[in-house]
């Protein structure tokens, strides 16, 4: 080994290594923040500079001076769906929205268990009931038969009937929960697709807060809204989730779901 020491500039190779290590990470740079990004079309991306924050991953608020708010062009569901929303409920607000409630046995049936393919509302959660109502009022969801019966509601009448159905049985379950007879799309989703198994959200491996109990819903029903999801139609489910479950399922998919949870009723009558 010689002597003559390695780490200096009179080091031929060392200087090679470092300019070369240095233009590498220019050039890279230049690729990455600001080649790529610019040749974006999306209005993030506009100007050189927003480029380059959009790049590094620098929220737009700080350099865009604010101001800029997105709107959806859709309306969207203003209710916010914790667990705890509608937990307990007292005896008087289940009689008070008996009462309420019987200006919609016409159509959900006078115990909350529909014939007309309506939904059911006996036994659905007070909170998902609360909230459907709201978007129908706010105009979140709309239907041309439910909106106007969801308008003239105040706050207080709705949380009653939620709490009115909830308090009804539900129909009797058919089913045991590991039932072999789940459509694949129900019990594992479609991974490749994106879709998580329904029942990790509707019952049967877990619920989560929020989520309508399907069981016994006419498939009718089912299907109209899997496919009010999908079409966009539908636009009241929070952050997407079920749009992104149902533009992603087929058609045959989506009436084995329906056909699946319809399936109680059907051994109901
Ligand atoms: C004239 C028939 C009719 C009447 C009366 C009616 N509804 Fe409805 N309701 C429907 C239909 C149809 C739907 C399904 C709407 C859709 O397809 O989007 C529905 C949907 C609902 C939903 C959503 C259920 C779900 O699972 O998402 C709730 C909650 C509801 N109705 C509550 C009520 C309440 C409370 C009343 C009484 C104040 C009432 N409805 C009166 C026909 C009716
Ligand atoms: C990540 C959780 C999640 C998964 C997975 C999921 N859902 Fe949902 N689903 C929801 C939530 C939350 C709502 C309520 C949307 C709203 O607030 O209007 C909903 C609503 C629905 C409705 C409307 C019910 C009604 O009463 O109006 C149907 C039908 C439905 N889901 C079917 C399915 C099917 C079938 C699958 C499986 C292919 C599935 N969902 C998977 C969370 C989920």
């Known amino acids: 080994m010689s002597d003559e020491r390695l780490f200096t500039f009179r080091n031929r190779w060392f200087t090679v290594s470092v300019l070369g290590t240095m233009g590498i990470a220019i050039v890279a740079a230049l690729i990455g923040f600001v080649w790529l990004p610019s040749v974006q079309r999306d209005a993030q991306f506009s100007g050189i500079w927003n480029a380059i924050c959009s790049a590094a991953g620098v929220p737009r608020s700080w350099y865009a001076g604010g101001g800029v708010v997105v709107e959806p062009d859709v309306r969207l569901s203003s209710v916010e769906m914790t667990p705890q929303l509608l937990a307990n409920v007292s005896a008087n607000s289940i009689g008070r929205g008996a009462t309420l409630a019987l200006r919609c046995t016409m159509c959900h049936g006078d115990r909350g268990m529909s014939d007309a393919n309506s939904p059911n509302l006996a036994g659905q959660y007070a909170a998902v009931i609360y909230k459907q109502l709201i978007d129908f009022q706010k105009g979140a969801r709309n239907n041309a038969v439910m909106s106007p019966m969801a308008m003239n509601l105040s706050d207080q009448d709705m ?13 009797p379950a058919q ?20 879709v998580a198994p329904c029942a990790v959200c509707h019952g049967g491996i877990d619920s989560k807060a929020g989520s309508p109990w399907l069981d016994g819903l006419p498939a009718a029903y089912t299907k109209s809204q899997l496919l009010a999801f999908a079409s966009g139609a539908r636009t009241n489910d929070i952050d997407g989730v079920m749009r992104n479950v149902a533009r992603n399922m087929t058609a045959e998919e989506i009436d084995a779901a329906a056909m699946y949870y319809a399936r109680e009723l059907e051994g109901r009558r």
Not at 159 to 171: F, G, V
Not at 176 to 184: E, G, I
């Open 175 to 194: 089913r045991k929960v590991s039932d072999a007879r789940a459509p694949a799309i129900v019990a594992h989703g479609a991974p490749m697709r994106n």
């Open 159 to 171: 949380r009653d009937l939620a709490a009115y159905y909830a308090s009804l049985p539900r129909p």
